[in-house]
T-cell receptor, first 110, second 117 residues
Framework: QKEVEQNSGPLSVPEGAIASLNCTYS??????FFWYRQYSGKSPELIMF????GDKEDGRFTAQLNKASQYVSLLIRDSQPSDSATYLC??????????FGGGTRVLVKP | EAGVAQSPRYKIIEKRQSVAFWCNPI?????LYWYQQILGQGPKLLIQ????????DSQLPKDRFSAERLKGVDSTLKIQPAKLEDSAVYLC???????????????FGAGTRLSVL
């Protein structure tokens, strides 16, 4: 069983729509959760992190965390073609070790 | 502020050869990480340094991979001998160290793309 699971996609959304990405994790001791964006051939860049149950908003991005159900999600509102990338969910346990999911590829179509 | 620097950007070698990658973290970052990212997968942690000490190397194939971080700044990752399955992007990341989540955010370098033929 993978520790951090994501649907590989591609998730195809029309421009201006909401993209919804999900991530589940197996370690109940996980403390904080990160969403990274990775353009093809580029390195991951942090979008946002969350560590408390509930929602956290940053611009067009909203992260949602439900520790009881062991899932974290990312919503991208008003999706733009520039949002087309792979989105990596990463989960931190003790010691600042990040475990990454396989990523979800998002395609925003004009 | 300068980001994480890595070199080379690309490397092509034949199997059984050796290769080395270099990383210079963001100034002041105590923690340095090496990840392996195989095409279509998420990054996998190989080794984590805190200053010049190893914190976690549980997923480092120690029979062929080695890493060091002399003086707690730059780091090198070496593969000897390389295998076909080592073809991947090798990412270096660095972070501060502290009690808050923000202080432990990892920032990635551009990576080294290794092709083993």
């Amino acid at each position: 069983q993978k520790e951090v699971e994501q649907n590989s996609g591609p998730l195809s959304v029309p421009e201006g729509a909401i993209a919804s990405l999900n991530c589940t994790y197996s370690d109940r001791g996980s403390q904080s959760f990160f969403w990274y964006r990775q353009y093809s051939g580029k390195s991951p860049e942090l979008i946002m992190f969350i560590y408390s149950n509930g929602d956290k908003e940053d611009g067009r991005f909203t992260a949602q965390l439900n520790k009881a159900s062991q899932y974290v999600s990312l919503l991208i509102r008003d999706s733009q073609p520039s949002d087309s990338a792979t989105y990596l969910c990463a989960v931190k346990a003790a010691g600042n070790k990040l475990t990454f999911g396989g990523g979800t590829r998002v395609l925003v179509k004009p | 502020e300068a980001g994480v620097a890595q070199s080379p950007r690309y490397k092509i070698i034949e199997k059984r050869q050796s290769v080395a990658f270099w990383c210079n973290p963001i100034s002041g970052h105590a923690t340095l990480y090496w990840y392996q990212q195989i095409l279509g997968q998420g990054p996998k942690l190989l080794i984590q340094f805190q200053n010049n000490g190893v914190v976690d190397d549980s997923q480092l194939p120690k029979d062929r991979f080695s890493a060091e971080r002399l003086k707690g700044v730059d780091s090198t990752l070496k593969i000897q001998p390389a295998k076909l399955e080592d073809s991947a992007v090798y990412l270096c990341a660095s972070s501060l160290w502290g009690r808050t989540v923000a202080k432990n955010i990892q920032y990635f370098g551009a990576g080294t793309r290794l092709s083993v033929l």
